[in-house]
C-alpha cells in the first residue's frame, strides 16, 4: 500500500519576464523546495508552461506514491495566482 503523503510545493514569482519557454514580457515564477533549509530552485515556468513543465511532474509522481500536494507561496511572495494548482482529478475526494 502506498503512503498518503503530503507535499508542501513552494512557488515565487521572479523579477523576469521572459520565461524559458519563450515567452516575453510575462510572469515567470520559480517552483522550488527547501533541501537542508536552502532553497534550491526545481524549475521557472510561466502560466503557458506550467502544465508541462511543473502540473505534468506533479501528478505523475502523486499517481505513482498517492502523494497530495498542498501549492504554496514561499513566504513573502504570495498569494500564488489562481492558474497555479493541481488539476481536480488528482484532489483528494
Not at 514580457?25 to 524549475?43: D, I, N, Q
Not at 506514491?65 to 497555479?84: D, Y
Request: hydrophobic residues 35%.
Amino acid at each position: 500500500m502506498a503512503k498518503n503523503r503530503i507535499h508542501n510545493e513552494w512557488f515565487q514569482k521572479l523579477a523576469k519576464t521572459t520565461c524559458p519557454c519563450g515567452q516575453k514580457k510575462t510572469e515567470v515564477f520559480a517552483w522550488g523546495e527547501y533541501v537542508s533549509a536552502k532553497w534550491r530552485t526545481v524549475e521557472h515556468f510561466c502560466k503557458t508552461c506550467f502544465v508541462d513543465r511543473v502540473q505534468n511532474q506533479l501528478v505523475t509522481h502523486a499517481g505513482s506514491c498517492g502523494c497530495e500536494f498542498n501549492l504554496t507561496a514561499r513566504s513573502g511572495h504570495g498569494p500564488l495566482p489562481e492558474w497555479i494548482r493541481m488539476p481536480e482529478v488528482c484532489k483528494a475526494a
